[in-house]
């Protein structure tokens, strides 16, 4: 079996599995339908340009269907793009101006139109034949690989945002939903990589190396696919959004009167009540112990504004929010493990009797706190 055969049957297996999750995607019914949705295309769009690798010489015939089929590359980031941003905010929703980021393609699909889309049908032939030397191929190349950097960036971006506002205001570590953007955003970054390699080799002489970057190609998509497909059965619930008006503390801090340089000073007086107020409480009522605790649901305990309390725990007090809870986990942990009444009790049931939901996120914070991990520590 040659390589192009052999390329086919890869790509057909990759095409078909795309199909499958595209459907339970598009069908599925959560609480992140529109996520899923956004997801669901976005597998169908990078179906449509694998399929290329075994359809084209079938859709010859058909030179238009050809051609647009290879301009819906050009949605393919876009969709990307709007899926992280409706997995990361709660609040999402497509609106008239989402319709923007269809603009290269229809700026391809335009470049495209005096020399292909209006020519008769042998002018549009002999364009195929020849469109790898054509303008019209360079400039959706060059677009494409600008366009992949722009929305990389911008999802990037995205993530960090998100990342630092779930951080202050959530007192779970685990960001499902932060880890599976940034593993799924870097994994498609080496793909593309790849595949501009691969496409700087069509133009030399070694066309044995571009066809095995192609079987590479697609065996990648293939192994994707079966990941996207693992983490969906291993993570049933996935993900974990937060609010779009949710903003990180240096973003709520703008609003604040500047503060001349001079030496550091006690806080005011008020502010000092106020952090009294708040660490009564975390001793008092334990709020930490409910793992899916959240800074909304820490300031209706304290009936304060969450604006409020966020600078006060982000600002005033420099602590992250996830890190201010379980500093409060960590010690009552400590006490649970120096307890005599309590040594039946095993690490993995104290974890989650303090407030934590995985042993990982525990020991992490747990040697943070104390150099220690939590056996060392009940040993000693």
């Not at 057909?12 to 949705?37: D, E, G, P, Q």
């Not at 335009?110 to 400039?139: I, N, Q, W």
């Not at 809870?325 to 009790?345: F, G, H, P």
Request: with cysteine.
């Amino acid at each position: 079996m040659d390589d192009k055969s052999l390329i086919k049957i890869v790509s057909l297996v990759a095409v078909f599995v795309s199909c499958l999750l595209a459907v339970f995607l598009l069908t599925v019914r959560t609480k992140n339908r529109l996520a899923n949705s956004l997801f669901g295309v976005f597998i169908l769009l990078n179906a449509v340009d694998i399929s290329s690798w075994f359809l084209n010489e079938f859709l010859f015939k058909y030179p238009t269907v050809l051609v647009f089929k290879a301009t819906t590359g050009a949605i393919i980031n876009p969709v990307f793009y709007l899926y992280a941003l409706a997995l990361c905010y709660s609040d999402f929703q497509l609106r008239p101006k989402h319709l923007l980021h269809l603009l290269p393609f229809a700026l391809v699909n335009l470049v495209l139109m005096p020399r292909f889309y209006v020519a008769d049908a042998a002018a549009k032939r002999v364009f195929l034949e020849h469109f790898g030397t054509t303008p019209e191929s360079t400039f959706m190349l060059v677009l494409g690989h600008l366009q992949f950097v722009f929305y990389i960036v911008a999802i990037f971006l995205t993530l960090r945002k998100y990342r630092r506002a779930y951080r202050e205001n959530y007192a779970d570590t685990s960001i499902i939903t932060y880890d599976w953007l940034f593993q799924l955003t870097v994994t498609i970054t080496v793909v593309h990589a790849i595949v501009i390699l691969k496409n700087t080799l069509g133009f030399t002489p070694y066309g044995r190396l571009f066809n095995g970057f192609e079987l590479l190609v697609g065996l990648n998509s293939t192994l994707i696919l079966s990941w996207f497909i693992l983490k969906a059965l291993y993570n049933p619930a996935l993900f974990r959004s937060i609010d779009s008006t949710i903003a990180p503390v240096e973003e709520l801090r703008v609003d604040e009167p500047p503060v001349a340089t001079t030496p550091p000073r006690q806080p005011a007086p008020a502010i000092t009540a106020q952090i009294q107020r708040l660490q009564a409480h975390m001793a008092q009522a334990e709020p930490y112990l409910d793992p899916e605790l959240t800074i909304q649901d820490l300031a209706n305990q304290l009936n304060m504004p969450v604006r409020e309390l966020s600078l006060l725990i982000n600002h005033h007090l420099d602590q992250h929010f996830f890190d201010f809870v379980n500093e409060y986990r960590i010690q009552k942990a400590k006490r649970l493990l120096k307890d005599d009444s309590q040594k039946s009790t095993t690490v993995l049931e104290i974890l989650y009797a303090v407030g934590f939901n995985s042993k990982s996120s525990f020991n992490t914070s747990f040697k943070k706190h104390t150099g220690l991990t939590p056996t060392q520590y009940r040993s000693t």
